[in-house]
């Protein structure tokens, strides 16, 4: 389980942060972090393979470095997986 906290907001939308506690695996912590900020089950939308190369995603985080970042769309948020871990959720 990780924790969401509120980061920021702006014009696009409201910013949220999630950092994993116990589980680092994010195929496991993005669907977690997107059902916190949507209010959904994780289980409800398509599996996030069909929306990002998980394994790819693994990859960047295995660098550490905070300048790589990827982003993309699940269900009606936008996901920014940072290569340190974070992860940012945006309304």
Do not use: K
């Amino acid at each position: 389980m990780g924790q969401t906290r509120h980061a920021e907001g702006s014009a696009a939308g409201t910013v949220y942060e999630h950092t994993t506690t116990e589980s680092p695996r994010l195929g496991v912590a993005i669907p977690e972090a997107v059902a916190t900020v949507t209010g959904r089950d994780p289980c409800e939308g398509p599996p996030l393979q069909r929306v990002v190369d998980v394994d790819a995603l693994e990859t960047l985080v295995d660098t550490g470095r905070a300048d790589l970042r990827t982003s993309f769309d699940v269900e009606d948020v936008r996901v920014t997986v940072h290569g340190d871990g974070r992860i940012a959720i945006q309304e």
